[in-house]
């Protein structure tokens, strides 16, 4: 029994991931009608964002925590001023073709700069050890992920669902045309948006970069498994997308355990189940998936 | 005069098309002579695939990120045909596009069930389902070493110089292109732009619309099958490359690139993507200290140029170029659309 509450632990904490992931995917797809490929990308970035602040400036997790989403928030708001804007008006595939390039080009960017493998990354100061948390042992550094991205995810909420600037951006996004009649400049609110769910990405990768190997490609099959979470949670859905994220993590391993040659492809599994059932995803609206 | 003439000339469009016809053909068959002979066996390879690939995003409006599936089962299908029977490659290539119409069947069914981003999402992850399993089933594929060693079998003939494969497999490769033309020139392929204009519309007419969008994913999904199978052939190897979404999104560059929709557009798109990438990856590309040697970095940047500046592509450049010459309208319901965007309903006008 205890074995598989650590079994679900563990796929609660890679859930952890594919939330946050899936969570600014969804925001920015909500908002600009945009599907963000370069994603993971931004996420290797932000791993090795704080893996460059620790040997360049020694600066250590704690600072990386909040510098590196910044820094990248920043960058991703420029990314839209400069790039993504032109397209929004056309169909939502050059977007995707766009930011497929770009991920192209990060990744091997950071591939002529370090190389193919992984770099390390020490444990943060305080979180080293492990935690009894009851039933068993375990790392301290991987609850602290698990809260945090929980605690970042009902933050996103709170924000969306409970502020007058997520009225706006749910306003937004579901009548642009309405919301603009209303007087409200719909305009202003694009470039945060695509930059919030940029620095979310890069929140994820400096909570990975402890845990798992920092690398030009540690994004490039994350993101594939974040879209295939986001269809079945349901894109622009923001609560179907963390709900679907914990839910892949958690199914992936304990299919590990009970079916190990099912364990990569579980979540294609779910995925072609939920087309069939709900093509617009579990949590979505049906006029999303159009 | 000269212009008049040309006015002249342009105004049959049947010769026109012929001598377009005939000077494809001979750059076919001249290929091997001016450029190194397996690279112009890739170029061939790729440009069967981005055609393939043009059946589906130019003619039917479905982006499928997902074909290296089907090139990359192809490529395994038809080195495990051609070693373990000895058959013929052409044998092996045809094995190899039967198969990965299977596959497609049931991806098919799944990705029309979505449409537009979300069919390109869907298709990207199945193909990366494929992946993994490619990956996994190590007793068929070798895994990450991949199948090495798969023979040129031709009844005996030697075709171990590349000059002579050329020869051998550009046949293969023309018959893919002329199903993909006549697919195009059919009724069917009509249907097929009806149902990228408007599938609402076509849907009321009558049409099938998502047996139609079944139909020519597993065409396009056998054309790209005799395309992995011939490159795999070519190589004498297939890896998990293949099957990687890098490759699917290769194919797709070379599509934009020539030009969406314009069918031909896509072996120039091919053409020139092959070409650069064995530039870079012979002698590199040195700007200043800069010394690019990873073909990702050239591949995007091409993809963010054309995306964001070329969106017609070559051929539907030079198709407008012309067109405007001529004082001939833009066709707007035809093969040669010059731009997705300017036929798909822009989905809700954001700011």
């Known amino acids: 029994m205890s074995e598989l509450l650590q079994h679900a632990f563990n796929g609660l904490v890679n859930g952890s991931f594919y939330a946050l992931l899936a969570l600014g995917l969804s925001v920015i797809f909500g908002m600009l009608g945009v599907v963000n490929f370069a994603h993971g990308a931004f996420y290797m970035l932000g791993a090795f964002g704080a893996f460059i602040l620790l040997s360049e400036a020694n600066l250590g997790f704690w600072p990386a925590l909040v510098i590196v989403p910044l820094v990248l928030g920043g960058l991703g708001m420029g990314l839209e001023r400069v790039l993504v804007r032109r397209l929004v008006a056309l169909d939502p595939l050059y977007n995707f073709l766009l930011t ?191 | 005069m000269t212009a008049l003439a040309f006015r002249k000339l342009a105004a049959m469009p049947r010769l026109w098309r012929l001598v377009g016809l005939l000077a494809g053909l001979l750059i076919a068959l001249a290929l091997p002579w001016f450029i190194y002979p397996p690279v112009a066996m890739d170029i061939i390879a790729w440009a069967l695939f981005a055609v393939a690939l043009d059946l589906l995003l130019g003619f039917t409006g479905l982006l499928s990120f997902g074909h290296a599936a089907f090139w990359g089962s192809a490529a395994y299908t038809a080195g495990v045909i051609a070693i373990k029977t000895g058959a013929p490659f052409p044998v092996a290539i045809l094995g190899a596009a039967v198969v990965a119409m299977v596959l497609a069947v049931p991806i098919a069914l799944l990705a029309v069930r979505s449409t537009g981003i979300y069919f390109a999402m869907v298709t990207l992850a199945f193909a990366q389902m494929v992946y993994y399993v490619a990956n996994q089933w190590r007793s068929l594929t070798g895994g990450e070493n991949g199948l090495q060693g798969i023979p040129k079998n031709l009844f005996g003939l030697d075709l171990s110089d590349p000059f002579y494969f050329y020869y051998a497999g550009l046949p293969i490769a023309l018959i893919g292109l002329l199903i993909a033309w006549r697919v195009v020139h059919s009724p069917f392929g009509r249907v097929l732009v009806a149902i990228r204009e408007n599938p609402a519309r076509s849907r009321s007419l009558g049409y099938p619309v998502d047996r139609y969008k079944v139909m020519i994913f597993v065409i396009s999904a056998g054309l790209s099958g005799l395309a992995g199978g011939l490159y795999a052939v070519s190589h004498g190897f297939a890896s998990l490359q293949e099957v990687y979404w890098t490759t699917s999104g290769k194919v797709v560059i070379m599509t934009v690139l020539g030009g969406i929709g314009t069918l031909w557009g896509s072996t120039i798109g091919a053409a020139l993507i092959v070409e650069v990438e064995d530039y870079v990856a012979t002698s590199g590309i040195h700007i200043g200290p800069l010394n690019i040697t990873g073909p990702g970095l050239i591949a995007g940047l091409i993809f963010v140029v054309v995306v964001l500046l070329f969106r017609r592509g070559v051929w539907g450049t030079v198709a407008h170029l012309l067109r405007r010459r001529r004082d001939v309208p833009e066709p707007h319901l035809s093969g040669t659309a010059p731009d997705v965007a300017e036929h798909e309903p822009a989905v809700a006008q954001k700011p």
Do not use: C, H
Not at chain 1, 167 to 195: D, H, K
Not at chain 1, 227 to 236: C, E, P, Q, S, Y
Not at chain 1, 259 to 269: D, E, K, Q, R, Y
């Open chain 1, 100 to 290: 497929f390039g770009l991920t192209l080009i990060l990744q091997d960017l950071l591939r002529m700069k370090y190389g193919s493998q992984a770099q390390p990354y020490p444990q943060p100061a305080g979180l080293g050890g492990s935690l009894n948390l009851g039933l068993f042992d375990y790392p301290a550094y991987q609850v602290f992920v698990l809260g945090f991205s929980v605690l970042v995810s009902l933050g996103a909420w709170l924000l969306l669902a409970r502020t007058r600037i997520g009225m706006i951006v749910r306003a937004a996004t579901e009548r642009p045309e309405l919301t603009r009649a209303l007087g409200i400049n719909v305009g202003r609110w694009i470039s945060p948006v695509f930059g919030v769910g940029i620095a979310l990405a890069g929140l994820s990768g400096v909570l990975a970069a402890p845990m798992r190997a920092v690398s030009p490609l540690m994004g490039a099959d994350l993101i594939i498994l974040v879209f295939a979470v986001v269809v079945i949670g349901g894109l622009g859905s923001i609560f179907g997308s963390v709900a679907a994220g914990f839910l892949i993590g958690m199914l992936q391993a304990l299919g590990n355990v009970y079916v190990p040659g099912l364990a990569t492809t579980s979540v294609f599994i779910v995925m072609a189940i939920v087309l069939l059932w709900r093509p617009a995803g579990l949590f979505g609206r049906e006029e999303t998936a159009v």
